[in-house]
């Protein structure tokens, strides 16, 4: 099964934050700390902050496009950033059953981290470290980076300024060791918490039940993210 090679695989890996002019955050506004943004991934923190569509949890946002995870405490206060690795393969669902799949077996086209908003918690496959389900039936989960094969150039990638060679895994979400035990993982023990992976061929209202913007314009798409 997919899930039985996930943690063998787990490493060590490098901090991953970069500050940069934003907006300071208002009332009902999530607070993002001075780091850029996405206008997508900014709407929808603001509208998880102004709805309560984390339900007093903290909660993360996966940018794809810009290959980018903000994990935030339940007040939408931001708690650390990162450059993030994704599913090899475009697209916003899993293949039905690919769970269930040995790696061998998953074509590269089928290499997709899912988007939507899903309740995630802290757990363990083989016992030998932790990490985020983010959906463990499709074995989706967020987890430090993986350094097994060097070819794969996965820590390079994780520093290059662009998200352009972000896309390397079978679906999971990679992030620098350092940030996963200081960032992610205190958001998550003890406690469940929301992930929100955006889109990147659907818009946001059809990927996230009752979202709304927050910033007075159309919803935003895909295809009009930076």
Same mark, same amino acid.
């Given at each position: 099964m997919r899930r039985a090679f996930l943690l063998a695989l787990l490493a060590a890996g490098l901090a991953g934050t970069s500050a940069a002019a934003a907006p300071a955050a208002g009332p009902g506004r999530a607070d993002f700390h001075g780091q850029a943004a996405s206008?997508?991934?900014r709407d929808v923190a603001d509208w998880v902050v102004a709805s309560g569509d984390n339900h007093?949890?903290?909660?993360?946002?996966?940018?794809? &496009?810009? #290959?980018?995870?903000f994990v935030f405490a339940p007040d939408g206060r931001?708690? =650390? /950033? %990162?450059?993030?690795?994704?599913? $090899?393969?475009r697209g916003d669902d899993s293949v039905?059953?690919?769970?269930?799949?040995?790696?061998?077996?998953?074509?590269?086209?089928?290499?997709?981290?899912?988007?939507?908003?899903?309740?995630?918690?802290?757990?363990?496959?083989?016992?030998?470290?932790?990490?985020?389900?983010?959906?463990?039936?499709d074995a989706i989960s967020?987890?430090?980076?993986?350094?097994?094969?060097?070819?794969?150039?996965?820590l390079q990638r994780?520093?290059?300024p662009?998200?352009?060679?972000?896309?390397?895994?079978?679906?999971?979400?990679? &992030?620098? #060791?350092?940030?996963?035990?200081?960032?992610?993982?205190?958001?998550?023990? =003890? /406690? %469940?918490?929301?992930?929100?992976? $955006?889109?990147?061929?659907?818009?946001l209202g059809a990927t996230f039940a009752g979202y709304r913007p927050t910033s007075g314009g159309a919803p935003h798409t895909a295809a009009s993210a930076p």
């Open positions: 206008p997508p991934a007093g949890m903290a909660f993360v946002i996966i940018d794809k &496009v810009q #290959a980018r995870l931001l708690r =650390g /950033a %990162s450059a993030a690795l994704l599913g $090899l393969a039905p059953g690919i769970g269930e799949r040995k790696l061998a077996t998953i074509r590269p086209e089928e290499r997709t981290t899912p988007a939507g908003r899903f309740v995630a918690s802290l757990g363990a496959d083989l016992g030998i470290k932790d990490v985020v389900w983010v959906d463990y039936a967020l987890h430090r980076v993986i350094t097994t094969k060097p070819k794969e150039r996965r994780l520093a290059t662009t998200p352009l060679d972000n896309r390397i895994s079978y679906g999971c979400i990679n &992030v620098p #060791a350092k940030f996963y035990d200081t960032v992610v993982r205190p958001a998550f023990t =003890g /406690a %469940s918490g929301v992930v929100y992976i $955006l889109p990147e061929v659907r818009s």
